[in-house]
T-cell receptor, first 113, second 117 residues
Framework: EAQVTQNPRYLITVTGKKLTVTCSQNMNHEYMSWYRQDPGLGLRQIYYSMNVEVTDKGDVPEGYKVSRKEKRNFPLILESPSPNQTSLYFC????????????FGQGTRLTVV | AQKVTQAQTEISVVEKEDVTLDCVYETRDTTYYLFWYKQPPSGELVFLIRRNSFDEQNEISGRYSWNFQKSTSSFNFTITASQVVDSAVYFCALSESQTGTASKLTFGTGTRLQVTL
């Protein structure tokens, strides 16, 4: 089954404690991206990757890091989480950069206290 | 810069009513793509439709229909004979064609649809 898998689904952490949210897709997609969803703001892109070892900033990259060492995986790293990063996070993948539908993971609800 | 506006924050209808969700976009590109996604209460994002800027044909899929009008930069979504299962947040999104770089999906802020019995 074609899917994007995020882990964990829920996470509560404390300010400053490094964390990683994993994302994996099994569709051999080249393009992957991370979004955060906040009330009244819709989804905003954090980072994207066009292929292995190719990543770039989206609209709200501050406080986040990503890596793309393998085609299927695109982890999101918060080196020093802060309360303003409390949000719902989605990983997405698509066959190409914008003219095909994006497949989204189930979402990760992160709370930073 | 590209922008998507969904002016309706929340809509409540009674089952079997028709409802239209509005989407207005801004872009300087001549080639772009428009999408609608559904986010049910369970939280996942479900792809509904994609439309490219050269195809202004309206589309119907069961109770769903989409009206794309370049003249007004709108891509509205109508649900006919709404059902409780249609209750969700609906997002309109825009992707531009950018040579040499990756485009991104720019989302509207979403419209929450509540369908009651």
């Amino acid at each position: 089954e074609a899917q994007v898998t995020q882990n964990p689904r829920y996470l509560i952490t404390v300010t400053g404690k490094k964390l990683t949210v994993t994302c994996s897709q099994n569709m051999n997609h080249e393009y992957m991206s991370w979004y955060r969803q906040d009330p009244g703001l819709g989804l905003r892109q954090i980072y994207y990757s066009m292929n292995v070892e190719v990543t770039d900033k989206g609209d709200v990259p501050e406080g986040y890091k990503v890596s793309r060492k393998e085609k299927r995986n695109f982890p999101l790293i918060l080196e020093s989480p802060s309360p303003n990063q409390t949000s719902l996070y989605f990983c997405a993948s698509s066959l190409s950069w914008g003219n095909t539908e994006a497949f989204f993971g189930q979402g990760t609800r992160l709370t930073v206290v | 810069a590209q922008k998507v506006t969904q002016a309706q924050t929340e809509i409540s209808v009674v089952e079997k009513e028709d409802v239209t969700l509005d989407c207005v976009y801004e872009t300087r590109d001549t080639t772009y793509y428009l999408f609608w996604y559904k986010q049910p209460p369970s939280g996942e994002l479900v792809f509904l439709i994609r439309r490219n800027s050269f195809d202004e044909q309206n589309e119907i899929s069961g109770r769903y229909s989409w009206n794309f009008q370049k003249s007004t930069s709108s891509f509205n979504f109508t649900i006919t004979a709404s059902q409780v299962v249609d209750s969700a947040v609906y997002f309109c999104a825009l992707s531009e064609s950018q040579t040499g770089t990756a485009s991104k999906l720019t989302f509207g802020t979403g419209t929450r649809l509540q369908v009651t019995l």
